[in-house]
Protein backbone atom coordinates (compact mmCIF):
# COMPACT_ATOMS: atom_id res chain seq x y z
CA UNK A 1 0.00 0.00 0.00
CA UNK A 2 1.45 3.36 -0.92
CA UNK A 3 2.01 5.69 1.79
CA UNK A 4 0.32 8.79 0.54
CA UNK A 5 -2.56 7.55 -2.50
CA UNK A 6 -4.71 9.70 -4.88
CA UNK A 7 -6.97 9.01 -7.76
CA UNK A 8 -4.64 9.90 -10.47
CA UNK A 9 -7.39 10.97 -12.98
CA UNK A 10 -7.45 13.24 -15.20
CA UNK A 11 -10.58 14.83 -13.76
CA UNK A 12 -12.04 16.41 -17.01
CA UNK A 13 -14.52 19.56 -16.09
CA UNK A 14 -16.17 21.84 -17.96
CA UNK A 15 -15.13 25.81 -16.78
CA UNK A 16 -16.95 27.08 -13.41
CA UNK A 17 -17.33 23.92 -12.28
CA UNK A 18 -16.59 22.52 -8.61
CA UNK A 19 -14.27 19.33 -8.14
CA UNK A 20 -13.41 17.76 -5.31
CA UNK A 21 -9.87 15.66 -4.63
CA UNK A 22 -9.09 13.43 -2.30
CA UNK A 23 -6.25 11.90 -0.94
CA UNK A 24 -5.31 9.17 2.06
CA UNK A 25 -2.69 8.78 4.05
CA UNK A 26 -1.47 5.91 5.63
CA UNK A 27 1.23 6.88 8.84
CA UNK A 28 -1.72 7.94 12.04
CA UNK A 29 1.46 10.14 13.65
CA UNK A 30 1.28 12.22 10.25
CA UNK A 31 1.54 16.22 11.66
CA UNK A 32 1.24 18.39 8.60
CA UNK A 33 -0.15 18.28 5.39
CA UNK A 34 -0.81 20.07 2.22
CA UNK A 35 -1.23 20.37 -1.52
CA UNK A 36 1.12 21.34 -4.72
CA UNK A 37 0.13 22.18 -7.69
CA UNK A 38 2.41 21.41 -10.49
CA UNK A 39 2.05 21.96 -13.96
CA UNK A 40 3.54 20.07 -17.15
CA UNK A 41 6.94 20.13 -17.32
CA UNK A 42 7.45 22.80 -14.18
CA UNK A 43 8.25 22.19 -10.52
CA UNK A 44 5.74 21.25 -7.76
CA UNK A 45 4.65 24.54 -6.05
CA UNK A 46 3.24 25.58 -2.87
CA UNK A 47 -0.92 25.97 -2.74
CA UNK A 48 -2.22 25.79 0.50
CA UNK A 49 -0.82 23.78 3.85
CA UNK A 50 -4.09 21.71 5.26
CA UNK A 51 -5.39 22.72 8.97
CA UNK A 52 -7.64 20.33 11.45
CA UNK A 53 -10.20 22.69 11.51
CA UNK A 54 -10.20 22.91 7.00
CA UNK A 55 -9.12 26.29 5.45
CA UNK A 56 -9.42 28.10 2.76
CA UNK A 57 -8.25 30.77 0.49
CA UNK A 58 -10.16 31.97 -2.70
CA UNK A 59 -11.98 29.35 -4.54
CA UNK A 60 -10.10 26.73 -2.50
CA UNK A 61 -10.92 25.18 0.48
CA UNK A 62 -8.91 22.35 2.48
CA UNK A 63 -10.21 19.88 4.75
CA UNK A 64 -8.30 17.14 7.19
CA UNK A 65 -9.97 14.35 8.66
CA UNK A 66 -7.64 12.66 11.15
CA UNK A 67 -9.66 9.90 12.58
CA UNK A 68 -9.78 8.24 8.45
CA UNK A 69 -6.56 9.90 7.88
CA UNK A 70 -8.27 11.66 4.72
CA UNK A 71 -7.49 14.97 2.78
CA UNK A 72 -9.47 16.10 0.48
CA UNK A 73 -9.55 19.53 -2.04
CA UNK A 74 -12.26 21.57 -3.04
CA UNK A 75 -11.91 23.91 -6.36
CA UNK A 76 -15.31 26.00 -6.63
CA UNK A 77 -15.70 27.89 -9.92
CA UNK A 78 -12.74 26.29 -11.80
CA UNK A 79 -10.68 28.09 -14.46
CA UNK A 80 -9.03 27.32 -17.58
CA UNK A 81 -5.71 28.07 -15.54
CA UNK A 82 -6.97 25.54 -12.59
CA UNK A 83 -5.68 22.38 -14.61
CA UNK A 84 -2.64 21.47 -13.07
CA UNK A 85 -1.93 18.13 -11.52
CA UNK A 86 -2.72 18.83 -7.65
CA UNK A 87 -0.25 16.88 -5.04
CA UNK A 88 -0.91 15.73 -1.77
CA UNK A 89 1.79 15.77 0.86
CA UNK A 90 2.24 14.48 3.97
CA UNK A 91 5.05 15.19 6.75
CA UNK A 92 4.86 11.96 8.55
CA UNK A 93 6.58 13.26 11.79
CA UNK A 94 9.89 12.91 11.39
CA UNK A 95 13.42 13.73 12.24
CA UNK A 96 14.72 15.12 8.34
CA UNK A 97 11.46 16.96 8.05
CA UNK A 98 11.09 14.71 4.69
CA UNK A 99 7.85 14.82 2.82
CA UNK A 100 5.81 12.18 1.41
CA UNK A 101 4.22 12.69 -2.41
CA UNK A 102 1.29 11.18 -3.31
CA UNK A 103 1.68 10.71 -7.08
CA UNK A 104 -0.80 13.16 -7.73
CA UNK A 105 -4.57 14.15 -9.49
CA UNK A 106 -4.96 15.88 -13.23
CA UNK A 107 -7.27 18.00 -14.08
CA UNK A 108 -8.61 19.44 -16.95
CA UNK A 109 -10.33 22.28 -17.20
CA UNK A 110 -12.61 22.68 -20.15
CA UNK A 111 -13.74 25.69 -21.79
CA UNK B 1 10.27 32.88 -5.06
CA UNK B 2 12.78 30.73 -2.49
CA UNK B 3 16.06 31.44 -4.52
CA UNK B 4 16.78 28.32 -5.66
CA UNK B 5 18.85 27.60 -9.32
CA UNK B 6 19.88 24.03 -10.18
CA UNK B 7 22.39 23.54 -12.85
CA UNK B 8 21.94 22.33 -15.70
CA UNK B 9 18.57 22.79 -16.61
CA UNK B 10 19.09 20.17 -19.29
CA UNK B 11 21.49 17.67 -19.37
CA UNK B 12 22.63 14.17 -22.12
CA UNK B 13 25.06 11.73 -21.12
CA UNK B 14 26.45 8.44 -21.48
CA UNK B 15 25.80 5.35 -19.92
CA UNK B 16 28.55 4.77 -17.32
CA UNK B 17 29.76 8.57 -17.28
CA UNK B 18 29.56 10.36 -13.88
CA UNK B 19 26.85 13.54 -13.65
CA UNK B 20 27.17 16.20 -11.16
CA UNK B 21 24.16 18.43 -10.72
CA UNK B 22 23.86 21.69 -8.61
CA UNK B 23 21.32 22.72 -6.06
CA UNK B 24 22.19 26.85 -5.26
CA UNK B 25 20.24 28.60 -2.87
CA UNK B 26 20.25 31.87 -1.44
CA UNK B 27 18.57 32.38 1.58
CA UNK B 28 20.63 30.34 4.11
CA UNK B 29 17.96 27.72 4.43
CA UNK B 30 19.57 24.72 6.47
CA UNK B 31 17.43 21.79 4.90
CA UNK B 32 18.04 20.36 1.42
CA UNK B 33 16.75 17.90 -0.93
CA UNK B 34 17.40 16.32 -3.87
CA UNK B 35 14.26 14.20 -5.47
CA UNK B 36 13.37 12.39 -8.95
CA UNK B 37 10.13 12.38 -10.65
CA UNK B 38 8.95 9.61 -12.84
CA UNK B 39 6.18 8.64 -14.36
CA UNK B 40 3.88 5.93 -11.81
CA UNK B 41 6.23 7.07 -9.64
CA UNK B 42 5.95 10.95 -8.26
CA UNK B 43 8.33 12.85 -6.65
CA UNK B 44 10.77 10.35 -4.27
CA UNK B 45 13.47 11.30 -1.99
CA UNK B 46 17.10 10.73 -2.78
CA UNK B 47 18.92 12.20 -0.48
CA UNK B 48 18.64 15.19 1.76
CA UNK B 49 20.99 17.53 4.01
CA UNK B 50 20.30 18.60 7.04
CA UNK B 51 23.77 21.19 7.15
CA UNK B 52 26.76 21.44 6.24
CA UNK B 53 28.57 18.13 5.65
CA UNK B 54 25.52 16.67 7.28
CA UNK B 55 23.24 14.53 5.00
CA UNK B 56 21.21 11.44 4.73
CA UNK B 57 19.73 8.94 2.57
CA UNK B 58 16.73 8.79 0.87
CA UNK B 59 14.09 6.60 -0.28
CA UNK B 60 15.83 5.52 -3.86
CA UNK B 61 19.64 6.73 -2.64
CA UNK B 62 21.01 3.53 -4.63
CA UNK B 63 23.41 5.14 -7.20
CA UNK B 64 24.05 8.74 -5.79
CA UNK B 65 26.02 10.34 -3.38
CA UNK B 66 25.46 13.98 -2.37
CA UNK B 67 27.86 16.46 -0.97
CA UNK B 68 27.48 20.38 1.08
CA UNK B 69 30.47 21.82 1.77
CA UNK B 70 28.74 24.77 2.32
CA UNK B 71 25.18 26.13 2.85
CA UNK B 72 24.25 27.41 -0.22
CA UNK B 73 24.93 24.58 -2.18
CA UNK B 74 23.70 20.87 -2.56
CA UNK B 75 25.41 18.66 -5.29
CA UNK B 76 23.95 15.17 -6.47
CA UNK B 77 26.23 12.85 -8.24
CA UNK B 78 25.96 9.66 -10.14
CA UNK B 79 29.00 8.27 -10.25
CA UNK B 80 28.33 5.96 -13.07
CA UNK B 81 24.95 7.19 -14.67
CA UNK B 82 22.72 4.19 -15.63
CA UNK B 83 19.63 4.32 -18.24
CA UNK B 84 17.09 4.04 -15.51
CA UNK B 85 18.53 7.52 -13.82
CA UNK B 86 16.72 9.44 -16.65
CA UNK B 87 14.68 11.42 -15.10
CA UNK B 88 13.63 14.79 -13.41
CA UNK B 89 15.51 16.01 -10.58
CA UNK B 90 14.14 18.50 -8.41
CA UNK B 91 15.84 20.17 -5.66
CA UNK B 92 13.92 21.82 -2.59
CA UNK B 93 14.72 23.83 0.44
CA UNK B 94 12.95 23.78 4.17
CA UNK B 95 10.91 26.33 5.13
CA UNK B 96 9.47 26.93 8.60
CA UNK B 97 6.60 29.25 9.11
CA UNK B 98 4.29 29.70 11.57
CA UNK B 99 5.67 26.10 13.10
CA UNK B 100 4.71 24.06 9.50
CA UNK B 101 7.74 22.36 7.68
CA UNK B 102 6.98 23.52 4.21
CA UNK B 103 9.03 22.74 1.17
CA UNK B 104 10.11 25.22 -2.07
CA UNK B 105 11.39 23.71 -5.10
CA UNK B 106 14.06 24.24 -7.80
CA UNK B 107 12.71 24.75 -11.28
CA UNK B 108 14.31 21.05 -12.23
CA UNK B 109 17.15 19.10 -14.46
CA UNK B 110 15.90 17.29 -17.08
CA UNK B 111 18.31 14.58 -17.21
CA UNK B 112 18.62 11.37 -20.86
CA UNK B 113 20.91 9.08 -19.26
CA UNK B 114 21.39 7.14 -23.64
Known amino acids: RKEVEQDPGPFNVPEGATVAFNCTYS??????FFWYRQDCRKEPKLLMS???SGNEDGRFTAQLNRASQYISLLIRDSKLSDSATYLC????????????FGGGTRLMVKP | DAGITQSPRHKVTETGTPVTLRCHQTENHRYMYWYRQDPGHGLRLIHYSYGVKDTDKGEVSDGYSVSRSKTEDFLLTLESATSSQTSVYFC?????????????FGPGTRLLVL
Open chain 2, 92 to 104: AISDSRGGSETQY
Open chain 1, 27 to 32: NSASQS
Open chain 1, 50 to 52: VYS
Open chain 1, 89 to 100: VVNMNNAGNMLT
